[in-house]
């Protein structure tokens, strides 16, 4: 193997394994001194994400909407780009969805809900992410600012609608009505059950498969068309992308809608798979863990879904360990996502000089020479 | 006594190597600088020139070797202990902070203590001490922005002397001025000399090291491949000592076969995000069969007249004729139009603009025609047939390594220069904007290029090529204008130009403008209009 293919592999691979390792040797650290057994507890925790049916129907439900953020943020930045309102356009994308399902005629068949719950949180999501890019690319506000108000705005609007437009008549909390069956994303169990297999029941739907082809078509979009590659242009060198008679402010929108978009779709995953009704903050967190899987997955959907699939885990095994164990806290979840995304995102490259020296050395003249008679 | 200090050298480096991964940038390096010479270090990009003098002034530490200054070993790790040492540096790039004034500029890094006012005063009297011994007058008080290019230059060598340096290391100086500024500084040179200060410069221009250096040393490949007194060497020799063959310095043309004007530019002015007029009032025409140069200091509106050409930056008023169609304030035509429309650009600055580095070379070769349909196979962007054509652009200007899949940061400053060439002179447009063809090209690829354009020109095509290299821009171009401040100060047939009218014209220092010539232009142009009226 040759040294560039080994610091290829050495960047893909064994950094990224070294990253998560010294997160979780960290998280030990923090499980012991709050007295709780660090190997107990990653057995709980890995036994709670992938020990029984059930938990891994969580994992992978959770996984979804990690892979949906993920990618939103992905584009953006292949754009260059920090989309970091994936929370707002993930909550506004749901009211599309909501809405979508709810003034529709509920005796239509799941061919209609389902496509026009998607298509309505794409709108709404691409709309919410369309406002910040069209301030950003026509007047000039930073995209970061702007993204991250519309976050705010976006609860503010929900509120006001799930309390006073949106609220199911003669309840107190502030929740939609139930959405008609025939509108609901198929869970996998019941898929599984028209098949003839049994599964434990988990809120796991087939919104997953929506996240994986979202995830092909990111990948074709971007690096397979020349929309992609006037995006990337743009992302990487802006200068040269109008060189090259690329319009960036065309370039931003686009972008930004696509982003917005696939946030957007957490909503599908959640609420017409799973919660079945509109409600508040079915969105929170995923927006902001989009942007660590993203950083994580190297902006590439294979890394991101491997990367979602690691922030699935955490979150499903975290809830079991706060369940199992006395002393331990849903907080736990937070804090070891925290020094993941410490590790992975902001020390990423600290183990690479010293791999690079002790794995990829540059070779001795001697060598060379050797080499070459 | 004069004896006794030559013996010893300023600068004695033995066996220097240096390597960056696969790069053996220096290779076992030898080179002894005798005290109170001018030492001229020449070589092709990528020779090693500037790692060695990075590893002297202490931004790199060799592999193995030894460094001697004025006698004494030393191990440097960082710059200061090379300033400690006696070594100073004046950059290609200065390093100065715009906004101060050059006495502040000046102390930075040794202001002396917390509070300024001692520091400055001790500087002040310093600073013209040293103005006065060596000729370097400069207003202490001015700010760095107000100055020219040429006395930045000067407030840099007056750093480095300040900072007691006896030995100067200066990474191609002339590379920003007008020839009369370069006289200025070798006339800097020949005082700073007679003070015992010894010069190290490192250019690719072999004129000036004919004409100012007592030795020369040559680099090629990492390798110091031959050391000369000045006296006993010729440009042709050190060229081809540099390149490893014989090189042609001169372009062979023929006499140009000039046809219709495809591109009529009249009272172009373009202003900056400041409003500042960065281009006044520019009117020319560009004829198929020839090559227009256009000369001028880096920075007096090249910049905005290529940008402007193509279509990327907005013109203030004025309008273009180009290829039939016409542009203005008003009515812009987008750089894909242009492009679609048969005008190709070869920007400047192959870094910032010509390619994407991250980019693999095939997507590099691809920028700007990422929308043509022989690549694209309905929405999908063939990978494949991205591949094959920068296969055969690799192939038709012998890019090295010929791999499509190679990160276009990982070629060679003329490679890279090659490669965009190849991507906008293969779909054969008919005006062709080129700004600085050479820049950081080794003399092989020059020579290469220099024969490209003129084909192109023979072809019957219009070229425009902007250059601060007075000799590219004599020995290619049929015609040239000169931009000085963002107007034309000149307008003159190559055969009539020589470096010394250039140079005035520059400095806008001649009488306005050959009044013969515009009456030449004016002719011609209203001939052609009376032509175009008269078909109409």
């Not at chain 2, 300033?83 to 290609?92: D, E, K, R």
């Not at chain 2, 006065?132 to 922005?145: R, S």
């Not at chain 2, 020369?216 to 390149?243: I, K, Y």
């Not at chain 2, 290029?449 to 023979?458: E, G």
Request: with cysteine.
């Amino acid at each position: 193997m040759n040294r560039d293919t080994r610091i290829t592999w050495i960047n893909r691979l064994l950094l990224p394994f070294l990253n998560i390792l010294t997160a979780f040797a960290v998280t030990a650290v923090v499980f012991w001194l709050i007295d709780v057994n660090p190997i107990e507890a990653a057995q709980v925790l890995l036994y709670g994400a992938f020990g029984y049916e059930e938990g891994i129907g969580y994992t992978i439900y959770y996984t979804t909407n990690f892979i949906f953020t993920g990618l939103a943020v992905a584009v953006a930045f292949h754009a260059g780009l920090f989309n970091i309102g994936g929370e707002g356009q993930a909550y506004v994308g749901g009211l599309g969805a909501g809405l979508a399902i709810l003034f529709l005629d509920p005796t239509l068949g799941a061919w209609v809900f389902i496509p026009a719950s998607i298509i309505g949180a794409l709108i709404f999501g691409g709309l919410w992410a369309l406002i910040p890019a069209y301030l950003q690319a026509y007047r000039g506000s930073h995209i970061v600012i702007t993204t991250i108000m519309f976050n705010f705005l976006a609860a503010s609007l929900m509120v006001y609608l799930m309390v006073h437009v949106l609220r199911e008549v003669g309840q107190m909390t502030p929740q939609s009505e139930l959405f008609p069956t025939n509108s609901w994303m198929p869970f996998v169990h019941d898929v599984a059950a028209g098949f003839g297999y049994s599964i434990e029941a988990s809120p796991l739907n087939l919104s997953v498969i929506l996240a994986l082809v979202c995830a092909v078509l990111v990948w074709f979009f971007l690096w397979q068309t020349r929309w992609g590659y006037a995006i990337r242009a743009t992302g990487k060198n802006g200068t040269a992308a109008v060189y090259g008679g690329i319009k960036p402010k065309r370039i931003i929108i686009v972008a930004m809608c696509i982003s917005g978009a696939l946030a957007g779709l957490v909503s599908i995953n959640e609420l017409v798979g799973y919660q079945h009704r509109l409600i508040m903050d079915f969105h929170l967190g995923y927006g902001f863990g989009g942007i660590a899987v993203a950083l994580m997955g190297r902006n590439h959907p294979v890394g991101i879904i491997v990367a979602a699939l690691l922030f699935g885990t955490l979150y499903q095994g975290g809830a079991e360990l706060a369940f199992e164990m006395s002393g331990v806290s849903r907080d736990i979840v937070v804090v070891m996502q925290g020094l993941v995304i410490l590790f992975c995102g902001a020390l990423e490259y600290m183990y690479r000089p010293w791999l690079i020296r002790r794995l990829a050395p540059v070779k001795k003249q001697e060598e060379l020479v050797g080499a070459a008679a | 006594m004069n004896k006794i200090m030559t013996d010893t050298f300023a600068i004695e480096l033995t066996d220097i190597d240096k390597r960056f991964g696969a790069v053996h940038a220096n290779n076992k390096v030898c080179l002894q600088i005798k005290r109170g010479n001018i030492h001229g270090i020449v070589g092709e990009n990528g020779a090693g020139k500037s790692t060695l003098m990075s590893i002297l002034y202490g931004f790199y530490q060799a592999d193995a070797g030894q460094i001697d200054v004025l006698g004494q070993a030393y191990t440097f790790t960082d710059s200061h202990q090379a300033i400690a040492a006696g070594i100073g540096m004046v950059h290609q790039h200065f390093m100065l902070v715009e906004n101060f004034t050059v006495l502040e500029n000046v102390i930075l890094g040794s202001e002396g203590g917390a509070l300024l006012a001692s520091g400055l005063a001790d500087a002040r009297t310093e600073l013209t001490r040293l103005g006065d011994e060596y000729g370097l007058k400069v207003d202490l008080d001015a700010t760095i922005d107000t100055l020219s290019v040429g006395l930045q230059q000067r407030v840099e060598i007056l750093k480095a002397l300040y900072k007691g340096a006896k030995i100067l290391i200066l990474d191609e100086p002339t590379g920003v001025l007008t020839p009369q500024e370069t006289e200025e500084l070798f006339r800097i040179f020949g005082a700073l000399k007679q003070q015992g200060v010894t010069i190290m410069l490192i250019t690719h221009k072999l004129r000036e090291i004919m004409s100012i250096t007592d030795q020369v040393s040559v680099m090629r490949a990492g390798q110091m491949v031959a050391h000369r007194d000045t006296q006993d060497t010729s440009r042709e020799e050190l060229a081809e000592l540099m390149v490893g063959r014989k090189v042609l310095l001169q372009v062979d043309k023929k006499p140009a076969n000039v046809r219709a004007p495809l591109m009529k530019v009249k009272r172009l002015t373009v202003a900056d995000s400041q409003g500042i007029e960065r281009l006044k009032d520019v009117s020319f025409e560009l004829r198929a069969g020839e090559v227009l140069g256009v000369a001028g200091v880096s920075g007096n509106g090249q910049t905005e007249l290529l940008e402007a050409l193509s279509g990327i930056t907005a013109m203030t008023s004025g309008s273009i004729e180009v290829l039939g169609f016409e542009m203005d304030a008003k009515n812009p035509l987008t750089p894909d139009r242009l492009r679609d429309m048969g005008l190709a650009h070869v920007p400047e600055d192959r870094h910032r603009m010509g390619l994407i580095s991250d980019f693999s070379a095939s997507e590099s070769a691809l920028l700007g025609y990422h929308k043509d349909s022989k690549i694209n196979s309905g929405i999908w962007l063939s990978n494949s047939k991205v591949e094959a054509n920068c296969q055969a652009l690799m192939a038709a200007f012998d890019v090295r390594p010929a791999d499509p899949n190679l990160k276009s940061a990982n070629f060679s400053g003329g490679n890279q220069q090659k490669l965009i060439l190849a991507r906008e002179m293969e779909r054969n447009p008919d005006v062709l904007l080129i700004g600085q063809p050479t820049r950081g090209v080794d003399i092989g690829a020059i020579e290469f290029i220099h024969q490209r354009i003129i084909d192109m020109r023979d072809a019957g095509k219009a070229v425009l090529l902007v250059s601060v290299e007075l000799d590219e821009i004599m020995s290619v171009s049929d015609r040239i204008i000169v931009l000085c401040d963002g107007e034309i100060s000149g307008r003159i047939d190559a055969a009539d130009a020589d470096e010394r009218t250039l140079g005035m014209m520059m400095a806008n220092a001649l009488d306005p403008i050959d009044p013969l010539q515009t009456m030449d232009d004016q002719l011609a142009f209203a001939k052609q209009e009376s032509n175009q009226e008269a078909q109409v």
